[in-house]
């Protein structure tokens, strides 16, 4: 076999992995390129702990180079894909556009919040889907809750003090979880007028966390309610404004909070590429191949992977899938180029595992249930497993938060127009170039 060249586009739970298991596999045969807009990768489960101020954001991140020295990063977005001429059309991080050759390519690209045609979302929802709106979030809350103490005008008081969370999957969940403590840690230390912070959690759907198991939602529908978060299920948005949103049962409340967690949607690269689309994720076969171009493998929340255990489904976009589909496609591509052979993409979901905060949890490994601190602790073992690096760190600052209180500065770094919903890129920061 002569040395090729194999590129992977998006170094998150799917690329980071086949990207690792190719550096195993293939690395004597062929040049294995990482291309990314960061240099690290991102563990997103934890990104709700940066928000709530227990994580600082560094250590959610993994370093491509460090841990992956077997691969080549390039930093870059890409933008476009000439099938054709095998080439990935990409811009770096300073605005300069190149081409990368490839003669196998694995798509990676993930997803982005989604959007609904609801009037004044785009301008006035913050999402939470990357590094730079988790770090928005956790000052935005805290600067919010500072100005509400030292305003004279009770009605701004009360808006700046509400806090509006729509969606209430896994991340809505969790970030209105941890925000109910984080909120209370912050107004405790707060001087001024006394501030009561209120959390609301909307969802369309009969309950949270629709598409888990029923006995975890009851367990964080439990907490939730226990923390003073005022959960509405059945209950979506109508309008955003400037200064609140209309419910769609004609509620009408005043915040300057609201967060858009609504789920995802593939990254916008795929419905540019010109081939065949299941709800926006690229169609690939079992063996992760994307049909008559035996070159071009995809998977994770960009794909479209048939569930075999489930005929007829497409597996879920989540970070458990993601990263197994990763493997598959090392070894699929592996075997592309004569080493080993290929092998479709089956995995038995094995339960889900949701962090509250504070030591409560809501978990179903292997479909036990579990819930309460013995949630909290598998969850957070579950985490500290599954990271590919930073544990120490991370296990740290689990230390910390335990003994003493949590640092509610808000350094301002990322304002509100560096995170815009609507973007292709919630892994960036949007800069006044840009
Ligand atoms: C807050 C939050 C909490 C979550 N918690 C859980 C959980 O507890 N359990 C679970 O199973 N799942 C969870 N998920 C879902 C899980 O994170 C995703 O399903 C998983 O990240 C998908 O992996 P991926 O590799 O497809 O995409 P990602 O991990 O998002 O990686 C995509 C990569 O592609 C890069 N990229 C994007 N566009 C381009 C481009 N044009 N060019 C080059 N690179 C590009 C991105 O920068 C990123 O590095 C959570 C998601 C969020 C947002």
Redesign the pocket.
Known sequence: MSRSRIVI????????QAARSLSRTVRKHAEIVL????DY??Y??L??QVAAGILEPRRVTVSLTGTLPQARLVL????GVDLDARRVH?TDPEGNTADLGYDTLIL????VSRLLPIPGIAEHARG??GLPEALYLRDHIVRQLELAAHTEDEDERRARSTFVVVGAG??GT?VAAHGTLFADAVTRRTRGRRVTPRWMLLDIAPRVLPELDERLSRTADAVLRRRGVDVRTGTSVKEARRGGVLLDDGESVDTRSLIWCVG?RP?P?VADMGLPTERGRLVVDRYLNVPGHPEVFA????AAVPDLTKPGEFTP??????WRQ?KTAARNVAAHHGLGERRPYEHHDRG???DLGGVQGAANPFHVPLSGPLAGAVTRGYHLLAMPGNRIRVAADWLLEAALPRQAVQLGMVRSGSVPLDT??P?LARTPRS
């Open positions: 586009v998006g170094a998150g739970f799917a690329g980071y291309l990314n807009p960061t990768f991102l997103l489960p990104l709700p870059g977005e890409a933008d990409y990676c690209v993930g997803s939470f889907r896994y991340t969790e995802v990254d690269l998977c994770g929340d960009a976009m989540t970070a458990q899938h993601a990763g889900f595992a949701v292709a890129s892994e």
